[in-house]
């Protein structure tokens, strides 16, 4: 089966394949996003054709072809070229730059960028420790010089007697803040799955503040998943994860403590990540592996190996084990807000994130009940603590 | 390596193309006064040649949250149009 499934993906010529991807996305985003999208798609396809940040096609398990982790990259550096733009050709300035929150967490954002940039271009260029270490003294700096983005209670009655010392909120933001953004890299495994969580978060984040700088992040994480889901070889890199989570964090906290969302709201908005990291630390420890250790044993990997005997293409696996995942999480959570069945303050919200964690773990049993055809083991997932 | 960098240099020229084009519909919707005429003219061609379907609608959005005065400012959501009107205290006569 794997045979005839390889010998029928291979039946196309490569070179012609790619012409007809390209083409295909060239014309899908110059309809979505007109010349400014086709020059976003150029500015990654020339990273994606770079010799930096090339992945050979043999250290993927699930990849055929050679690949780019400088995603992440591509979105800095469109987003930033979108903002300077706006900046230098408008007659204004963003009404967030003279926020007194705005440059401590920007700052913060890109130190996590450079961090994972730099394992990005050249593995292993800074040990784990120092990895960690840096986020955690970045987090925490941030935190004690804008202690107004601590928020003081989430509505969690047992976590909020906590919160009411303010060196233990600042303490639990530190380490909640550092744990998400390596649960965002952890989940990035599958085509579409973070672009996904994060085009959406960024979505709603636009509607709610209406600025230029979610307005930028939306428009570049869009382009990204459309690049992502249809190529296949253009993954968004540990800049990419670590700089969007840290940015999702800065910005679910700084909302929680101003009182525009609930910390139920972000919790459900980004519930995958969060509870696929939590499910693995506890599954790695009862199994009696270390934490850090890299596996396939994620719920996009299982949802991968259940797609595979299906479709021919392994792209086309993987992108829809990411959408899945990213749409029946994050998505639910957007359904729910264009509804307007809950405002975002609402705690109730905490009951659709239980709802979410319920999904996750009937599914997740159910795919490893039901594992026959194909190993789950796709080489997708790299967990990296650090 | 030649074609990489002709690629980044055209990306680059094309997107501050697309962002002058957006800046100039804001500076226009804020000269006719905010009445509504750049930020409801979604589908005009030229317009979705710059920025398509989905630029064009996220574009609107920024013109009407900026006419609303949605605007982070401290921290705290403040009306831009309210900044600008005067206090009737001001207004009372002395």
């Not at chain 1, 007697?161 to 639990?172: D, N, T």
């Not at chain 1, 979505?203 to 979610?214: A, C």
């Not at chain 1, 086309?316 to 729910?336: R, Y």
């Amino acid at each position: 089966m794997s045979v005839l499934r390889q010998k029928l993906s291979d039946s196309l010529p490569t070179s012609n394949k790619t012409v007809h991807a390209l083409i295909m996305m060239a014309m899908l985003l110059f309809l979505a996003f007109g010349i400014t999208g086709l020059g976003v798609f150029a500015l990654m396809y020339s990273l994606s054709t770079m010799s930096a940040g090339n992945d050979s096609a043999t250290s993927h398990g699930i990849s055929s072809m050679s690949s780019s982790r400088l995603g992440g990259v591509a979105i800095v550096m469109s987003f930033l070229l979108l903002l300077i733009g706006i900046i230098v050709l408008s007659p204004s300035t963003l009404g967030a730059a003279v926020n007194a929150i705005f440059l401590p967490a920007w700052s913060t954002v890109f130190v996590c960028v450079i961090l994972g940039a730099s394992e990005d271009f050249k593995a292993d260029l800074l040990s784990p420790f120092v990895r960690l270490a840096a986020k955690l003294l970045a987090f925490g700096i941030f935190f004690w010089i804008t202690p107004g983005v601590v928020p003081d209670a989430i509505g969690v009655p047992l976590l909020d007697g906590l919160f009411a010392s303010p060196v233990l909120a600042w303490a639990i933001c530190t380490l909640f803040c550092v744990g998400f953004i390596n649960a965002f890299n952890m989940a990035d495994g599958a085509n579409g799955l973070v672009p996904g969580i994060a085009t959406i978060a960024f979505g709603i984040l636009f509607l709610e503040y209406g600025g230029p700088i979610e307005g930028a992040l939306f428009f570049v994480c869009l382009i990204f998943l459309i690049f992502n889901v249809l190529s296949g070889w253009f993954f968004l890199g540990d800049a990419g994860s670590y700089g969007l989570g840290a940015a999702l964090a800065c910005y679910g906290l700084q909302g929680v403590a101003q009182g525009d969302f609930s910390a139920g709201f972000m919790a459900s908005l980004l519930s995958y990540p969060c509870v696929d990291f939590l499910v693995s630390i506890v599954r790695r420890a009862r199994e009696g592996d270390s934490p850090i250790r890299p596996d396939n044993g994620h719920l996009h990997n299982w949802l991968y190996g259940f797609y595979a005997p299906i479709f021919i293409s392994r792209v086309v696996s993987n992108s829809l084990a990411g959408l899945t995942i990213s749409l029946c999480s994050s998505g639910v959570c957007l359904l729910i807000y264009l509804s307007g069945w809950l405002p975002v303050e609402s705690n109730t919200w905490f009951g659709v994130f239980a709802l979410q964690t319920a999904l996750y773990l009937v599914v997740r049993s159910r795919l490893k009940n039901t594992k026959s055809v194909e190993s789950p083991d796709t080489g997708l997932g790299h967990f990296d603590l650090t | 390596m030649k074609k990489s960098w002709l690629a980044l240099l055209v990306g680059v020229l094309l997107m501050l193309w697309g962002v002058s084009g957006v800046t100039s519909m804001a500076t226009r919707a804020v000269a006719a006064g905010n009445d509504g005429s750049v930020a409801n003219n979604v589908y005009s061609v030229k317009r979705l040649a710059l920025v398509g379907i989905v630029g064009s609608n996220v574009a609107s959005e920024l013109i009407q949250h900026d006419q609303d005065g949605m605007v982070l400012d401290n921290g705290v959501r403040t009306s831009r149009q309210a900044q600008n009107q005067t206090s009737p205290a001001e207004e009372a006569p002395k």
